[in-house]
């Protein structure tokens, strides 16, 4: 079974507007908590990560937002442009650990 | 620099062959990893080499499944007596051995057992 849970599946933002993408987890030996970006056609490339020590990491206009207690993590992308298109990846792994669990992937369309 | 490259970029198959897959990872980069991606789902991970060291082989599905990595480089994933369930886009990914949460991946190979 998947131990990273990710929605929505699919969603659609109107230009300039946000997206939101969450994800859960219930190991918690968790301690590494990356997002991944996938074009048609290629493959994953890092996008974002986080460790549990902070509650939000920014870059750009990307967001991750992390809530330990709850076990659940989000990504916000701000001001959404048609080259976001794409489908995006939450990952988690233990500490020290090479070994990624995916969530099952948000594709998202950002219509003009 | 070059980036992962993985050959075929997609390979249709008929059930029961045997295919093989290969990996070219960044030069330089110890660490290398196999998943599989299948429609609507995230990433499986397939297999972890690193250096020298015995594989970590946990994620294989099945015996039909293999890989080895000659010279601490190019890998190669064989599926043996392919099964229809085993369409699905296989991607490689590498990594530094310090810096293994960032993993580079390939673009996949689109597999299709018919």
């Known amino acids: 079974q998947q131990q990273v849970k990710q929605s929505p599946q699919s969603l659609i933002v109107q230009k300039g507007g946000i997206s939101i993408i969450n994800c859960a987890y219930e190991?918690?030996?968790?301690?590494?908590f990356p997002w991944y970006q996938q074009f048609p056609g290629k493959g994953p490339a890092l996008l974002i990560a986080?460790?549990?020590?902070?509650s939000e990491k920014k870059e750009g206009r990307f967001t991750i937002s992390f809530n330990k207690s709850a076990k659940q993590f989000s990504l916000h992308i701000m001001d959404s442009q048609p080259g976001d298109s794409a489908t995006y990846f939450c990952?988690?792994?233990?500490?020290?650990?090479?070994?990624?669990?995916f969530g099952a992937g948000t594709t998202v369309t950002v219509r003009a | 620099g070059a980036g992962v490259s993985q050959s075929p970029s997609n390979k249709v198959t008929e059930k029961g062959k045997d295919v093989e897959l290969r990996c070219d990872p960044i030069?330089?980069?110890?660490?290398l990893y196999w998943y599989r991606q299948s429609l609507g789902q995230g990433l499986e991970f397939l297999i972890y080499?690193?250096?020298?060291?015995?594989?970590?082989k946990s994620g294989l599905p099945s015996d039909r499944f293999s890989a080895e990595r000659t010279g601490g480089s190019v890998s190669t994933l064989t599926i043996q007596r392919t099964q229809q369930e085993d369409s699905a886009v296989y991607l490689c990914?590498?990594?530094?051995?310090?810096?293994?949460?960032?993993?580079?991946f390939g673009p996949g190979t689109r597999l299709t057992v018919t």
């Open positions: 990914a590498s990594s530094t051995r310090t810096g293994f949460y960032e993993q580079y």
């Open positions: 190991n918690t030996a968790f301690d590494y």
């Open positions: 986080i460790r549990p020590d902070v």
């Open positions: 990952a988690a792994s233990p500490f020290n650990d090479y070994k990624l669990s």
């Open positions: 030069s330089g980069h110890t660490a």
């Open positions: 080499f690193q250096g020298n060291s015995a594989p970590d």
